[in-house]
C-alpha cells in the first residue's frame, strides 16, 4: 500500500486510480487527516504501508520526521516545480528522494524499489525462526545447513523472510521477482512458485510456515502459530 499527502483532492484521487491500474492499492490524505491517521493507526496498519509520497501540504518538511516515528518505508516528495533551496530542504528533512511531476506512477513504484533494495543491500542476511536468508545470490540456510533453491523461488523467501510479519499481496510479490515492467508473465506464475516452495519448506521444517489468504496475499508464520493454524484448518 501507498499513502499519498496532498491537500488537493483531484491530485490524490488522480494518483489513487493510476496506482489502481497497475495494481496498487494506494490512498491520499490531507496534511492534517494524515497526521491525525499516523498517531492513531495500529503498527500493523503503518508496517503495510511501502512507501510515502508528499505532495503540496502545509508544513511538508515536518512530515517525513513524523513518518520516521512510525516507519522506516521510503519516503518520496512529489514538487510542481524544481527548486533547488527546496529539494535541499527536504532532503534535510528526511526524504529518500525529490522528483518533479509530472511523472508517471511506474517510474515512482521503481523509484521504491530502488530505495528498499538499497536498504536490504546494508544487511548481509535477515533471519526469520530457524531460516536464514542472504542477499548476495547465495542459497538460504535451515537449521544451520544450505537449503538450495531456483532463482525465482529463492527470492520469494528472501522477501517473505525481509518482511515478516507483514503480509504481502500477490502483485507486490510479482514486482519484486519480475520487476514492474515485466508483461510477458502473467502474475499467476507467484501461486506456482509459491505452491512449489511451500512444499520444500515443508518437508524441511516439518511444517508449512506461510499462510496465505484470498485477495490478502502471503505471511509467514513461526512454528507454533504455524501449526496451530495447521490444527485449526484440519479440524
Not at 488522480?14 to 503498527?43: K, L, N
Request: charged share 30%; glycine share 6%; net charge negative.
Amino acid at each position: 500500500m501507498l499513502i499519498i499527502v496532498d491537500e488537493r483532492e483531484l491530485v490524490t484521487s488522480a494518483y489513487t486510480s493510476r496506482f489502481g491500474q497497475e495494481g496498487v492499492f494506494s490512498t491520499g490524505f490531507g496534511f492534517e487527516q494524515f497526521v491525525d491517521w499516523v498517531d492513531s493507526a495500529r503498527d500493523k496498519d503503518i508496517q503495510a504501508v511501502e512507501a510515502f509520497l508528499i505532495g503540496d501540504c502545509p508544513e511538508r518538511e515536518e512530515l517525513p520526521k513524523i513518518i520516521r516515528r512510525h516507519s522506516q518505508a521510503p519516503v518520496i516528495a512529489m514538487n510542481d516545480a524544481m527548486s533547488l533551496e527546496q529539494t535541499l530542504g527536504l532532503f534535510s528533512a528526511g526524504v529518500d528522494d525529490v522528483v518533479r511531476k509530472p511523472i508517471h506512477v511506474r517510474e515512482i513504484l521503481a523509484r521504491v524499489h530502488a530505495i528498499r533494495r538499497r536498504a536490504d543491500a546494508r544487511q548481509d542476511y535477515a533471519t526469520f525462526g530457524r531460516i536464514q536468508v542472504f542477499f548476495d545470490g547465495r542459497d538460504p540456510v535451515i537449521d544451520g545447513e544450505p537449503f538450495p533453491l531456483p532463482r525465482r523461488e529463492r527470492r520469494v523467501l528472501e522477501l517473505l523472510v525481509l518482511n515478516k510479519r507483514r503480509r504481502l499481496t500477490k502483485t507486490q510479490v510479482f514486482n519484486a521477482v519480475y520487476g514492474l515492467f515485466d508483461e510477458e508473465v502473467e502474475e499467476t506464475v507467484i501461486e506456482s512458485h509459491i505452491s512449489k516452495l511451500r512444499k520444500k519448506l515443508r518437508t524441511k521444517l516439518g511444517f508449512d510456515p506461510i499462510d496465505s489468504q484470498r485477495f490478502l496475499g502471503y505471511l509467514l508464520l513461526p512454528q507454533a502459530e504455524a501449526v496451530a493454524e495447521g490444527s485449526m484448518t484440519a479440524n
